[in-house]
């Protein structure tokens, strides 16, 4: 891991590095040490990146309210990443199909599966290497919707340090195994009105997590509408949950 630059405005030190290449950011208490942090992996949307505005403020509400620390990567073909033209391709689909209230087509349901076998080793390396650095943080939490939720749901499956999940604004397209794998305490963020994703679908994939402790919250409006009180609900949510995991 090769931290490139830190910063800290507000009480809250923000750490860039490259772990294989994949550019991520770290955000900690200013002046601490991991120490046994809490840490929110937290995934973006399609099209954006890892210092889009939500995510950064997001970021640093789970630091500076939950004493929680956070981290962000690029997803493949996002932020500071290169593009290929199929890349190119999926952020102009995504923004037709918004303007249009058209669902996602097959070849977008395609290339966000094919971004997900790529993110899931590259989260899972940034733990190791976070691990490796001695960066020894406590209970790790996942938050991310839509292509967030696409990389989490397998990620969440295969990663025994991930103890509780946010997911959200995605649906069952096909049967997935990993779904049934996923165990963790989690909420699901559905919009009744998604342009994007159908509702039926956001119900099924619903019913197929695995979780014994999961709850549905559902919100009138489109794809982009979540409402401001349901997001900090859910990092409530999911910061409470990892603190009380970490026994404070």
Same mark, same amino acid.
């Given at each position: 891991m090769h931290f490139t630059s830190e910063s800290g405005p507000d009480g809250v030190a923000q750490r860039r590095f490259t772990v294989d290449g994949v550019p991520g950011v770290l955000w900690l208490p200013e002046g601490s040490e991991p120490g046994g942090l809490p840490l929110v992996l937290l995934a973006h949307g399609g099209g954006q990146h890892k210092t889009a505005r939500g995510v950064v403020e997001r970021a640093r509400r789970c630091v500076t309210r939950y004493g929680c620390a956070?981290? @962000? $990567?690029?997803?493949?073909?996002?932020? =500071?990443?290169?593009?290929?033209?199929?890349?190119?391709?999926? %952020?102009? #689909?995504?923004?037709?199909?918004?303007?249009?209230?058209?669902?996602?087509?097959?070849?977008?349901?395609?290339?966000?599966? @094919? $971004?997900?076998?790529?993110?899931?080793? =590259?989260?899972?390396?940034?733990?190791?290497?976070?691990?490796? %650095?001695? #960066?020894?943080?406590?209970p790790v939490g996942y938050w991310g919707l839509s292509l967030g939720s696409v990389v989490g749901i397998p990620l969440v499956a295969a990663e025994r340090r991930i103890a509780a999940a946010v997911f959200g604004l995605t649906g069952r397209t096909a049967p997935t195994e990993e779904a049934g794998r996923v165990g963790v305490p989690l909420r699901f963020l559905l919009q009744w009105d998604d342009e994007l994703v159908p509702r039926e679908a956001a119900l099924a994939l619903f019913g197929e997590l695995g979780s014994r402790e999961k709850t549905l919250h559902a919100n009138s409006g489109g794809h982009t509408a979540v409402p401001d009180s349901e997001l900090a609900s859910s990092e409530r949510f999911l910061c409470r949950h990892l603190r009380s995991g970490a026994g404070s």
């Open positions: 956070a981290v @962000a $990567l690029d997803a493949p073909g996002h932020g =500071e990443r290169k593009r290929s033209a199929q890349d190119e391709r999926f %952020a102009t #689909e995504i923004g037709e199909l918004l303007a249009a209230g058209r669902p996602i087509s097959a070849w977008v349901t395609r290339h966000t599966a @094919a $971004l997900a076998e790529r993110a899931v080793p =590259e989260w899972r390396a940034v733990l190791d290497a976070l691990e490796a %650095a001695g #960066e020894g943080f406590g």
